[in-house]
Nanobody
Framework: QVQVVESGGGLVQAGGSLRLSCTTS????????MGWFRQAPGKEREGVSC????????FYQDSVKGRFTISRDNAKNTLYLQMNSLKPEDTAMYYC??????????????????WGQGTQVTVSS
């Protein structure tokens, strides 16, 4: 009954941009911390960017700082990840995830319990 659905992935050239979107159902969106995670084949899943329930606290992995921007529109129950200046090393399956809001400012994958199916991002060189 709980669904997390992300979209917006695709194939782009290095230096290009993509915007990922995520929506949830069966959950109260403004009661959720949200995050974007990625996993490449044979590699560990890592936190890319996270945002707390109200949008006032964000986290970015060092490798994406200055290039990616996370945001949310609680009125539209939607989470976004704007990805600019994409690099081949950004290639991965990107997942949206949610957790019931809490006060710990962590973007660790293990703290998120509701996951989408993933959307593939491929950046060609």
């Amino acid at each position: 009954q709980v669904q997390v659905v992300e979209s917006g992935g695709g194939l782009v050239q290095a230096g290009g941009s993509l915007r990922l979107s995520c929506t949830t159902s069966g959950l109260r969106f403004d009661d959720l911390d949200m995050g974007w995670f990625r996993q490449a084949p044979g590699k560990e899943r890592e936190g890319v960017s996270c945002i707390n329930w109200g949008g006032g606290r964000t986290f970015y992995q060092d490798s994406v700082k200055g290039r990616f921007t996370i945001s949310r529109d609680n009125a539209k129950n939607t989470l976004y990840l704007q990805m600019n200046s994409l690099k081949p090393e950004d290639t991965a399956m990107y997942y949206c995830a949610a957790r019931r809001s809490w006060n710990t400012p962590t973007c660790a994958p293990g703290t998120y319990g509701y996951w989408g199916q993933g959307t593939q991002v491929t950046v060609s060189s």
